[in-house]
Every structure is written in structure tokens, then in C-alpha cells.
């Protein structure tokens, strides 16, 4: 199986930098994933890192190292918007399972 | 346009009554997922299923039943032995394990009174 640890809120200001931490133990890693999600919608795509280092696309970046079990999602020049629930998620090899972290409440004040 | 849906958006049930929502997908995805969210936590498995007549538990699946008789088509059966039903339920579709994303239908949301 696979236990996801992640934090539970953090807070931060419109235009920094925050860094969202995500650990894994599983069986057999067949990639991580982050996913958004706004309260009351369905989770959208932000992310897939399945070989280890960093993966940039725009303000969003995320890292990945294998041999610590170990992702962070890092959301550069914060908005309002980006306030929301920030999802890690990691999938099985041998039979597709993906499975969930509880997720990290990510608050921006201006 | 190809997508995953999910029907209906809101559901209400009466307490003992087993009711089932739907999932269909056009994206010839193999592996369909339905996850349980109750408010302010994150995604449980329920079931999933990798291929055609084919399913395995998740984390949470008692009181729950799937079917998966088409590629496109993932039902979830939420039975009476369920004993807190109601829930934010989503479905999800995935190619295979080289995919690198998985898609999420809108959601149901199931209240039993």
C-alpha cells in the first residue's frame, strides 16, 4: 500500500513562494502527481514527475527523488486564486492504483 | 469533445435506499478510479478497475459495489450497508501507467436523508 504524508494548511502572501512537501512509501512507484482543487470542484492536472528532479511548467514546479520517497510542489508568485486544496498523489506499478495524500489547504492573503 | 462524466451532479437519497452513480468516459482510457471526499479531507479509493471485467477494493469499498461490463462505463453502487453515505464523489480515468495524467469527472454530490 502507500502512505502519503503532506501538510495540512499553510499560509502565505500574494506574490511569495510556497513550498508544498509530499512523502511517499509504496510498493511500486509508477509516478506522482499533483493536482488543484478549488472547494466544491473536481481536482485538476498541475503535475507528473515519474523519474527523479524537477519538472517547471510556468509558476508551478515540481521535484521529485525516488530513492527519499520524497515530492514537493513549489507555487512561485502567488495570487488570490492559488488560494486552495494542493492534492499529492502516487500511483502503483503492478496494478494501477493511484491513491491520495489528504491534501494541503493553501491560503494566500494579500 | 472527449471527457469523463458523471451524472447526476446532486443526488438525494432516503436513508436504506441503494443508489448508483454513473461514470462514463470517451477516452479510451483502460483504468477507471471512484474516490469517496468528505468535507476538508482529501481523496479515498473506493474501487478501481485496469481493464474490462475487472475491479479490486480500495482503501474504503464496504458498503459499496462497482461493475465494469464496457471500457467506458464505471457504475458505483453505494448499497445500505454503507453507513455514512453521504459524500463528494469523484471518478477518474487513466490510459495506463505510461500516462501522465489522470482525469476527473465534475462530481457527485450524495446526500441520504
Known amino acids: 500500500g502507500q502512505n502519503i504524508d503532506q501538510p495540512t494548511e499553510m499560509t502565505a502572501t500574494e506574490g511569495a513562494i510556497v513550498q508544498i512537501n509530499c512523502t511517499y512509501q509504496?510498493?511500486?512507484?509508477?509516478?506522482l502527481f499533483w493536482y488543484q482543487q478549488h472547494a466544491g470542484e473536481a481536482p485538476t492536472f498541475l503535475s507528473y514527475?515519474?523519474?527523479?528532479g524537477l519538472e517547471e511548467k510556468g509558476r508551478f514546479s515540481s521535484f521529485l527523488s525516488r530513492s527519499k520517497g520524497y515530492s514537493y510542489l513549489l507555487l512561485k508568485e502567488l495570487q488570490m486564486k492559488d488560494s486552495a486544496s494542493y492534492l499529492c498523489?502516487?500511483?502503483?506499478?503492478?496494478?494501477?492504483?493511484?491513491?491520495f495524500g489528504a491534501g494541503t489547504t493553501v491560503t494566500v492573503r494579500a | 469533445d472527449g471527457g469523463i462524466t458523471q451524472s447526476p451532479k446532486y443526488l438525494f437519497r432516503k436513508e436504506g435506499q441503494n443508489v448508483t452513480l454513473s461514470c462514463e468516459q470517451n477516452l479510451n482510457h483502460d483504468a477507471m478510479y471512484w474516490y469517496r471526499q468528505d468535507p476538508g479531507q482529501g481523496l479515498r479509493l473506493i474501487y478501481y478497475s485496469q481493464i474490462v471485467n475487472d475491479f479490486q477494493k480500495g482503501d474504503i469499498a464496504e458498503g459499496y459495489s462497482v461493475s465494469r461490463e464496457k471500457k467506458e462505463s464505471f457504475p458505483l453502487t453505494v448499497t445500505s450497508a454503507q453507513k455514512n453515505p453521504t459524500a463528494f464523489y469523484l471518478c477518474a480515468s487513466n490510459r495506463d501507467r505510461r500516462n501522465t495524467e489522470a482525469f476527473f469527472g465534475q462530481g457527485t454530490r450524495l446526500t441520504v436523508v
Open positions: 498523489a502516487v500511483r502503483d506499478i503492478t496494478d494501477y492504483k493511484l491513491s
Open positions: 509504496t510498493s511500486g512507484f509508477n509516478g
Open positions: 514527475n515519474v523519474l527523479d
